[in-house]
């Protein structure tokens, strides 16, 4: 779904980037309403978890592949605005180290993939979770419903913006059938590893997950007239995995996704480029500002070795991508945590 530079007129990708930094403010002061000590550490984790993710082209149909998008995930852990903000940290990683995905897309590529699929993942998920009776297993059931609708939703918004902005001459309803038909198969293993992720989170730490709150209504005692918070009973074992645990695990789990299991995906066109190559979309395609990076095509320049070059290449962009993720995330909650100082 990484849209490359030429595929869309400058025009349409200037108004996408528009819309894409009003976006980012948005998620910027939205989530120093969703982050707080506990879970913003975790929303870096969850960005360099879905950049590793995203290296893992799963296979879907004959010479096509797809892999996961990660606005579902990202907003049911962390919250919609955070989730936005994980996505796009990942786009923009992407960009600029490993020319994955145009530059002067990015803007096309933010919107698509990140606001697109956060905004519809999470309508979903609260939809169905008002519905489902309360507890976790609803929790992991929508989220496999919300991450399975949110891929062909953002190939529905992919097509519309080629209607507008398509710089080649196609038939928008060939564009649009080939589209939703390949990302509604892509969106089935979307939505898998995004329940499996959440359920095996909100096994552990059910209070850092943000769609899960809420579940268990705390228990209210009248004491002296004046209802008061009963104490929390004891959590089981596993409930009491600590932050540090549960971080640690997820970073050794990214890195070696990223850096071993990678180099294992599938080597077919993912979704996209598939129906680019086979509508004639990709005829216009300009090469990438940053081609000459070290990085380019998720390998380290002069590493002869590919599995060595792509599985360092993955380590890197899973350590620079929980180092961004962090210091941005890290920023937004000292900014909440000063804000009612500076406001006294």
């Not at 595929?7 to 120093?32: E, K, M, N």
């Not at 939809?127 to 190939?155: D, E, M, N």
């Not at 380590?315 to 210091?327: D, F, L, M």
């Amino acid at each position: 779904m990484h849209v490359p530079d030429g595929f869309i007129d400058a025009p349409t990708s200037a108004v996408t980037a528009v819309v894409a930094a009003g976006a980012l403010a948005v998620g910027l002061r939205g989530a120093r309403r969703e982050l707080d000590e506990r879970t913003a550490p975790l929303a870096g984790l969850v960005a360099a978890f879905i950049f590793a993710v995203q290296m893992l082209n799963f296979p879907v149909a004959a010479g096509t592949s797809g892999h996961l998008l990660g606005g579902a995930l990202a907003a049911i852990l962390v919250g919609p605005y955070t989730g936005v903000l994980c996505v796009s940290v990942v786009l923009l990683m992407q960009g600029i180290l490993f020319a994955d995905g145009g530059l002067t897309a990015l803007g096309v590529n933010i919107t698509d993939m990140a606001i697109v699929t956060t905004v519809v993942a999470y309508a979903v998920f609260r939809a169905l979770l008002k519905v489902l009776p309360r507890g976790r297993r609803s929790v992991t059931a929508a989220a496999f419903v919300a991450a399975l609708l949110s891929v062909p939703a953002a190939a529905v918004a992919f097509t519309l913006l080629y209607a507008v902005g398509g710089t080649t001459d196609v038939a928008i309803g060939k564009v649009a059938g080939a589209m939703i038909g390949v990302h509604v198969l892509i969106g089935v293993g979307e939505a898998a590893i995004t329940a499996l992720t959440v359920g095996a989170v909100v096994a552990v730490r059910p209070d850092l997950v943000y769609g899960a709150r809420g579940l268990r209504q705390g228990l209210r005692l009248r004491v002296n007239g004046v209802l008061v918070d009963a104490p929390e009973p004891a959590a089981p074992v596993a409930a009491r995995t600590s932050r540090r645990a549960l971080w640690i695990s997820g970073l050794v789990t990214s890195l070696v996704l990223a850096g071993f299991v990678s180099f294992y995906a599938s080597a077919s066109p993912d979704g996209l480029e598939k129906v680019a190559h086979d509508q004639g979309i990709d005829t216009k395609t300009e090469e990438h500002a940053a081609a000459g990076s070290p990085l380019a095509d998720y390998g380290v320049e002069d590493v002869s070795d590919a599995r060595l070059s792509g599985g360092l290449a993955g380590v890197i962009g899973v350590g620079t991508t929980v180092v961004a993720g962090s210091a941005v995330f890290w920023a937004v909650r000292r900014r909440r945590t000063s804000a009612p100082a500076e406001a006294r």
